[in-house]
């Protein structure tokens, strides 16, 4: 186990935090990069489904967040291209029934080195308000939908995205100028970058 990525799909740092929770499951790492890839999306932590299947975004919410890149299965999982690396490489649990945030151990122990091996990266997308504020700052402060809303202060290098989950599908109806606005900008941008 001498690679970087080897060293994260064997971390064990947040077992007691996992066996605490209502799932009071074991960590499995969803590592999912290297070096070389020219665009980053970094999201939040993976769900319960991901968790099983070992494989990032492996859910409803990657298949919308697919859809919004305009990225098919094979190029957003190609590893030579596309990075996804979330704030914490484990499923969180639950409490009360609904996802607990990524574990602040997870990132202080593996964020910045990842980052320095896999990057750097010509565009960043950045999924869900964790993500946000880890590398946009104090200009992520004020939520998602202020900081979302006003993506053209970082493009064309960062986009910040709302998470693709569904529990987010009010706020795409009340927000149309992500699709109609946004989206298409994003779309253009990663096809210049994956060419």
Not at 121 to 136: C, R, S
Request: glycine share 8%; net charge positive.
């Amino acid at each position: 186990m001498d690679t970087l990525p080897d060293r994260i799909a064997a971390c064990r740092i947040c077992a007691d935090r996992f066996a605490a929770t209502e799932t009071a499951h074991a960590p499995r790492p969803v590592v999912w990069f290297q070096k070389g890839a020219r665009l980053l999306i970094a999201g939040q932590a993976p769900g319960a489904r991901v968790h099983e299947a070992g494989i990032p975004f492996q859910d409803a919410s990657g298949d919308r967040l697919r859809d919004w890149l305009g990225l098919d299965s094979a190029v957003f999982y190609d590893r030579s291209r596309v990075a996804l690396i979330p704030m914490a490489f484990c499923f969180p649990g639950y409490r009360k029934g609904a996802d607990l945030p990524p574990p602040p151990d997870c990132a202080r122990a593996w964020r910045a080195q990842v980052l320095d091996h896999a990057g750097p990266f010509d565009l960043v997308v950045l999924v869900g308000g964790h993500a946000q504020k880890y590398h946009l700052g104090a200009a992520a402060k004020g939520g998602v939908t202020r900081t979302v809303a006003r993506w053209r202060d970082h493009a064309p290098d960062v986009f910040p995205l709302p998470h693709p989950s569904w529990r987010n599908t009010a706020w795409l109806k009340r927000n149309p100028w992500f699709e109609t606005d946004l989206l298409p900008v994003l779309r253009a941008r990663i096809q210049e970058v994956l060419r």
